[in-house]
C-alpha cells in the first residue's frame, strides 16, 4: 500500500475498544461500530491495528497477519517490551478468557495457551504490567467453574437481570500471567481488594496501581483503590479529600506524571455521559475538579498518555449507551487534555502549517527530516479531527 493511501485514512468510529502507547504513538485495537439502521454494526476485524503519531497527527492501519483474535469489546491490552496482549471482552458467541500475542515487529499474531487456572471469561475488565509479567483484575463475566471458585479471596455475583441460560456477574478476580513460562497465577494477596465490579479504570504509577469506579450491582461507584504491587497489599478505599467525583463507569483514568491521576468522562449513576475532568493528587490524596473550555461527553472510550505528558482520549460514546431508542453517536475526534505547554518546536511546526501559503516556498530550506514531518502534518489536517486541546 502506497504511504499517501495509508496516512489518508482514519479509524471507523467505534466504543469498547483498546489503546495502549508504543514507539511514542497510539495503537488502538478492536472494539464495536454502531450503524444508524444496524445494517453495517459490526465487532471491528481483529486484524487490523491503527497506529496515530501525535507528532505528525496522522493515522496508518497496519494489517497484521497470524492468527489474529476475533473482533472483540471490552477487552484490555497490555504492551510488554514488543509484544501486545490482547486479553478477554465480548464477542458474537459471548464472553471470552482467550490470550492473543501480537509481535509488533512482524505484526504477526498468535493465540497464547496458559497453564493453570485461567481468569474467567469476562469483558470490562482492568489490566496493567509489572516487570514484564500481565495483571488483570475484575470483569463482567459468566459463572466461574468449581476451581476458579476455590481461588481464595474470589467473589463473583450474579447479575439477576442476565438471561437465565447465560447467567453473568461482576468478579474480584485478580489473576497473573507470567509470559516467560506461559502460566497463570491467581494471586494471594494482604489487605481488603475492591468490591467485585466492572467497567472501572486503572492506572499504574511505579509499584502502584490506582483502581477507580465501576459498577457493581445498581450502583456506580465513586471508590478509590490502590494495591502495591511489590507487596500484593490492597490499601481498601482510599480516604480521599476535596469535592469527590461523582460515581460512574465506562471511564478512564491515566497517570499524568508520578504525582498525579486523570480522570474523564464516564457514564453516571443516572445513566448520563459525563465530560467531567478530575485530577487526583497522590501526595494528598486530593481531588481537584479541572475546568474545561469544551462539554465533550464520552463513555467507553480510551486514553493514553502521549510522549509530550498530554491525555489522548479516543473514540467511545456520547450518548446513553443503554438507551434502546437510540443509536449512541460514536466520537471521531481525539481530545487532547494538556496541562503543560506545548513546546516551541511544536509550536512552529502548528505555525508553518496554518501559513502554509505564504512558507511553503522556504521548506526547501528546512532539514529533510522537518520537510517530512510538515508534509505528514499537512496530510494529516485533512484527515484527522483533533479537538478540545
Excluded at 478492536?30 to 493515522?59: C, H, I, M, Q
Excluded at 498468535?110 to 487456572?117: D, I, M, P, Q, S
Excluded at 528546512?366 to 510538515?374: C, G, T
Amino acid at each position: 500500500m502506497a504511504e499517501e493511501s495509508m496516512f489518508s485514512v482514519q479509524p471507523f468510529r467505534r466504543t469498547g475498544h483498546v489503546a495502549v502507547t508504543y514507539n511514542k504513538c497510539m495503537l488502538v485495537w478492536g472494539g464495536y461500530k454502531n450503524s444508524t439502521d444496524d445494517t453495517d454494526a459490526r465487532y471491528l476485524p481483529g486484524s487490523e491495528l491503527w497506529v496515530f503519531d501525535p507528532l505528525a497527527e496522522r493515522w496508518q492501519l497496519k494489517p497484521c497477519e497470524g492468527s489474529a483474535p476475533p473482533g472483540t469489546s471490552g477487552a484490555t491490552a497490555i504492551v510488554v517490551s514488543d509484544s501486545l496482549y490482547i486479553f478477554g471482552g465480548y464477542r458474537d458467541n459471548g464472553n471470552t478468557n482467550d490470550l492473543y500475542r501480537l509481535d509488533l515487529d512482524s505484526l504477526v499474531w498468535e493465540f497464547v495457551v496458559g497453564e493453570n487456572v485461567p481468569p474467567v471469561p469476562c469483558d470490562k475488565l482492568v489490566g496493567w504490567q509489572y516487570r514484564d509479567k500481565l495483571f488483570f483484575f475484575g470483569g463482567f463475566g459468566v459463572i466461574p467453574t468449581a476451581e476458579v471458585n476455590q481461588q481464595k479471596g474470589f467473589q463473583f455475583v450474579v447479575d439477576e437481570s442476565t438471561p437465565w441460560h447465560y447467567r453473568r456477574g461482576w468478579n474480584n478476580q485478580f489473576v497473573m500471567f507470567d509470559p516467560e513460562i506461559t502460566a497463570w497465577k491467581w494471586l494471594t494477596y494482604d489487605g481488603t481488594a475492591p468490591l467485585p465490579r466492572a467497567a472501572h479504570a486503572a492506572a499504574r504509577i511505579s509499584n502502584r496501581v490506582y483502581i477507580f469506579g465501576g459498577r457493581y450491582r445498581n450502583t456506580r461507584m465513586n471508590d478509590t483503590h490502590c494495591v502495591d504491587m511489590t507487596t500484593l497489599t490492597w490499601s481498601g478505599s482510599l480516604p480521599t479529600r476535596g469535592p469527590q467525583p461523582r460515581g460512574r463507569s465506562w471511564h478512564s483514568l491515566t497517570g499524568l506524571s508520578s504525582e498525579r491521576l486523570v480522570l474523564y468522562g464516564g457514564f453516571s449513576q443516572n445513566s448520563e455521559p459525563l465530560s467531567d475532568c478530575w485530577l487526583l493528587e497522590l501526595s494528598s490524596l486530593t481531588w481537584i475538579q479541572v475546568a474545561l473550555p469544551f462539554q465533550k461527553p464520552r463513555l467507553w472510550h480510551s486514553a493514553v498518555l502521549s510522549p509530550f505528558d498530554e491525555v489522548l482520549i479516543y473514540g467511545g460514546c456520547t450518548q446513553n449507551i443503554l438507551d434502546q431508542d437510540i443509536i449512541p453517536e460514536h466520537a471521531g475526534e481525539i481530545i487532547i487534555l494538556r496541562f503543560t505547554p506545548k513546546s516551541l518546536f511544536r509550536i512552529c511546526l502548528d505555525r508553518t502549517i496554518q501559513c502554509e501559503g505564504v512558507l511553503r516556498c522556504y521548506w526547501p530550506l528546512l532539514p529533510n527530516s522537518v520537510q517530512q514531518l510538515l508534509r505528514s502534518r499537512l496530510i494529516g489536517s485533512r484527515h484527522t479531527s483533533l479537538g478540545g486541546s
